[in-house]
């Protein structure tokens, strides 16, 4: 019975590959498979791709910072096990990580942090975090694929990194926190959360 089973199994997993691939048996032994990287994105499929991620970027931000204006002081402070303590040391780390990778991606000091002493009201904070992805954002769309191509040297250890992979990580980076936020939110009780899904943000745009 245990051999017609590992047979089936196998079955359905050879189906499920695209044409042209099978599962081996060394495959299945191995528990692993060889896969073709795809190809990195280039010409105006790279400047598109940028610009159109941090564009979502910022909206998601602005629907996160709309539902967040709906929480009291007290919730913004109240202490929740996640990533960092509270809701207001969450928004502090993604404004934080938005400005610091958009004065490396131009090239300029990120010595002044307007987040990392941060010391003002909710307002300032939701105000002061949407102006960071908005000038990421505007940014990003008046760069040209020769400045996305560029290489900045790595924060840590030797060698460069491509100026493009910088953005796509500090956008990524913040969608990963953004998640933090709304499962934070619903154990302050803050409501419904608003939905920042990337592919809800491209019917909405009308792409």
Known sequence: ML???MLGFQALLTMAVLPNERITGEDMKNN???HTQPAEPTGDDLTTMMRRYTAYNHWANQQLAEWLRTASEEDLHREIESSFSSLQETVLHIWSAEHLWLQ???DESAENN??????GSKEDLL???LQASEN???HVQTMSLEDLQAKRPK???EGYTVIADMIH???NHSTYHRGQLITMGRQARLGSPPRTDFIYYVGLSGE
């Open 155 to 157: 924060s840590r250890g």
């Open 169 to 171: 990580h500090c956008m």
């Open 104 to 106: 490396i991606v131009k």
């Open 3 to 5: 051999l017609h089973i």
């Open 32 to 34: 692993t498979r060889t």
């Open 127 to 129: 105000k002061g975090w």
């Open 136 to 138: 990421f954002n505007n």
């Open 114 to 119: 307007p987040a990392k002493h941060f010391n």
